[in-house]
């Protein structure tokens, strides 16, 4: 589930008992200068190639913007850039201006043409009339109300987050995705395409239309984003030297017209997802039950400026990355790209990270992890918790170590005043993780459902 929906489609994740993993969406801007983690040297220069101009540009993704090309040689250019409003640095990049019979300004860096200066977006096959351009913050509340409207025709109710969506058009969510926005002749928004990349051979395609559309344009629009998501998620996997990606996408099991976009572009429905809710009582805040003998958890250590431990942090990702091994659209992140994602959602915290640890034969070593977040406020005015990651090692299963992770969830949550817990399974789990949470309290409020593409470099189906 993103954080822009909290309540919305789940776009394709892996699973066992007692793993949980989701993507997400938005980000709380203020916070990313807080990460005591910097980008692996690849991904910092792709951060500083990437980053186009502020009035927005077709393909703007990370965290350092251009707002000056000038040539010095014949193989190098000169490129200001700045950080979050700072004051502009220069930076010496091998970039070759091309000749252009317009007044846009075209660069190569990195081996890939990107446009530096124009809002407007190219997306073949749109209807007569329509147009696109990246969003700017100023557009967050028009999209809360697509996404609204989207949500109550597709599942009879909407839960988006406001803050999340902001995060996302303008803020550190925007780093990793490329947006388009399309309005109507009188300048209604009917369309949003985000493509987001999330990790090295994977890329999260969402694409959510006005349902007061037609269906017969609403179809036709469908087919231009998604095309126009292949064509980025292509130029992604390009970028990165990869020979083929997997194109990552979401319906709720309900909405047949998003489903049916999805078969006309080539997804497959590969999972389906249960959204399970807790309720919480003020006296589970102190009722909780203590782990078995050999088992600790504890919260992740933080310094005296509130930002985590490194070896923590380190230690939580790699416990989830080997939990997640062998199951189900199970991939590789980077724990730059964990952290980064994590910290794009509003309502991450770091005193939501827990760690467990086990004896063993070879001493007291990570055994589980537990990441959580906070769900914005309901109609009564409570908060809610999250469970966005929760994962037993193999060397610590047997030992109820995912009962003592849900604890800690429950009475935390209990104890901060909050009505609800919520996470999502896999509901053919082959380890039954659905019948441990529903013996824990959990019920499925609905479904969502995963839908996958595999394709080639060069935008070609994978063969089976």
């Excluded at 793993?19 to 807080?34: I, L, N, Q």
């Excluded at 965290?63 to 640095?89: A, E, K, L, N």
């Excluded at 344009?217 to 292949?230: M, P």
């Excluded at 499925?444 to 839908?451: A, L, V």
Aim: aromatic share 6%; with cysteine.
């Amino acid at each position: 589930m993103t954080p822009v929906e909290r309540y919305g489609p789940q776009h394709g994740e892996q699973e066992q008992v007692p793993v949980t993993r989701r993507p997400s969406g938005g980000a709380r801007h203020a916070e990313h200068r807080d990460v005591d983690a910097a980008p692996e040297g690849g991904e910092l220069f792709e951060a500083v190639a990437e980053r186009h101009s502020e009035r927005g540009t077709r393909e703007d993704l990370h965290p350092v913007r251009v707002t000056r090309i000038s040539r010095s040689s014949s193989s190098q250019s000169r490129v200001s850039i700045s950080r979050d409003g700072s004051s502009t640095v220069p930076l010496v990049v091998a970039v070759s201006v091309l000749p252009r019979a317009d007044a846009h300004s075209w660069a190569v860096a990195g081996g890939r043409v990107v446009r530096v200066t124009d809002p407007d977006v190219s997306i073949d096959g749109l209807l007569p009339g329509l147009c696109a351009r990246v969003p700017t913050a100023a557009d967050a509340p028009e999209v809360v109300a697509l996404v609204t409207a989207h949500q109550r025709a597709a599942r009879g109710s909407a839960g988006v987050d406001p803050e999340a969506v902001l995060g996302q058009l303008a803020g550190t969510g925007s780093w990793t995705r490329r947006q388009a926005l399309v309005h109507d002749p009188a300048g209604r928004l009917v369309g949003w395409l985000s493509v987001h990349d999330r990790a090295s051979g994977r890329t999260l395609v969402e694409v959510t239309i006005t349902p007061a559309l037609p269906d017969e344009d609403a179809d036709a629009l469908a087919t231009a984003l998604f095309g126009a998501g292949e064509r980025h998620a292509v130029d992604i996997a390009a970028m990165r030297g990869l020979r083929s990606t997997l194109l990552d996408s979401g319906a709720y099991a309900d909405d047949r017209r998003q489903q049916r976009w999805l078969v006309a572009s080539g997804f497959e429905c590969t999972r389906t997802w249960l959204q399970m809710t807790r309720p919480i009582r003020a006296d589970e805040a102190q009722a909780q039950p203590a782990p078995r003998e050999g088992v600790t958890v504890r919260p992740v250590e933080r310094h005296a400026d509130g930002l985590p431990v490194a070896q923590d942090l380190q230690d939580v990702h790699r416990v989830l990355e080997e939990s997640f091994q062998d199951h189900f659209s199970s991939y590789r992140e980077s724990f730059p790209e964990f952290v980064m994602r994590l910290r794009e959602d509003p309502g991450h915290r770091w005193d939501h990270w827990w760690l467990a640890t086990v004896e063993t034969d070879e001493g007291v070593l990570p055994g589980g992890a537990l990441v959580c977040s906070v769900i914005r406020e309901d109609a009564q005015g409570f908060e809610g918790s999250y469970v966005d990651y929760i994962g037993v090692h193999r060397r610590a299963r047997g030992r109820g170590v995912a009962k003592a992770l849900l604890h800690i969830a429950i009475g935390d949550a209990a104890r901060r005043g909050r009505n609800r817990v919520g996470l999502e399974v896999d509901a053919d789990s082959p380890t039954g993780a659905d019948g441990l949470y529903t013996s824990m309290g959990w019920a499925t409020d609905y479904r969502t459902q995963s839908w996958h593409r595999e394709l080639d470099a060069r935008g070609r189906p994978q063969p089976e």
